[in-house]
């Protein structure tokens, strides 16, 4: 993939998803610092878009919710093998951290000095 793809994939994705569920202008969109990521042209269609960015260390997948659901669906030993969408938000639900437990890794990463945690 490449800057471009990338972008071409927020276009086509990211933002009919945030139209369809209703999101308005309050959310904040997560990526990890991959260079299609990171790219100066995806700055800037972010910047263009209005789409706020949080920012986060790099190497810090812990820190990142999406990566617990991730974790628990290449699992071998886990059963989940989701169908549909309601199986995916169900397995979601059951791994999301909520955000104080977010606060906490977070913090403790600070106080670790940018390694890795228990979460």
Known sequence: ????M???ILADSLLPSARTLKMGHGWVFQQ???PEHTAKATQEWLKK???EVREGPSQSPDLNPIENLWRELKLPEAKHQPQNLQDLERIFR???RPG????EASDL???NKGFSTKY
């Open 94 to 96: 059951g791994v999301h």
């Open 49 to 51: 878009k209005h789409i």
């Open 100 to 103: 104080d437990q977010l606060q």
């Open 109 to 111: 990463r600070v106080s």
């Open 32 to 34: 990890d610092n991959d």
């Open 6 to 8: 990338y972008r071409k």
């Open 1 to 4: 993939m490449n800057g471009a």
